[in-house]
């Protein structure tokens, strides 16, 4: 078993940043591909970035890149997802998701979910 706790979520005006965290406990952590996903109401949970397990491989949402980037930390057994530039259209509820594979786009890949954060970004 993995636990995985977000933090870090808020409200922030438009061209704001927030960096959200997840930490995680249970298993080694470096077995794990990491990701972000997020859903606004009514909408599908959709991957918004992912990193790899040795964090030399990222992978990103086309409407995040360049604004949004995750990193993790071995030390920390954390990872992290600094979002700048945020948009009304952020507005979600972010979590948290790892995978014994690799990166995966489909949320049915991963093993393991966090509680989820709510990230609202008002314009």
């Known amino acids: 078993q993995v636990q995985l706790v977000e933090s870090g979520g808020g409200l922030v005006q438009a061209g704001g940043s927030l960096r959200l965290s997840c930490a995680a406990s249970?298993?080694?952590?470096?077995?794990?591909?990491m990701a972000w996903f997020r859903q606004a109401p009514g909408k599908e949970r959709e991957f918004v970035a992912g990193?790899?397990?040795?964090?030399?491989?990222?992978s990103y949402l086309g409407s995040v890149k360049g604004r949004f980037t995750i990193s993790r930390d071995s030390a920390k057994d954390t990872v992290y997802l600094q979002m700048n530039s945020l948009k009304p259209e952020d507005t979600a509820v972010y979590y948290c998701?790892?995978?014994?594979?690799?990166?995966?786009?489909?949320?049915?890949?991963?093993?393991?979910w966090g509680q989820g954060t709510q990230v609202t970004v008002s314009s």
């Open positions: 249970g298993r080694t952590f470096n077995n794990y591909a």
């Open positions: 990193i790899s397990r040795s964090g030399g491989s990222t």
């Open positions: 998701a790892a995978n014994l594979g690799g990166v995966q786009y489909a949320r049915e890949a991963y093993d393991y």
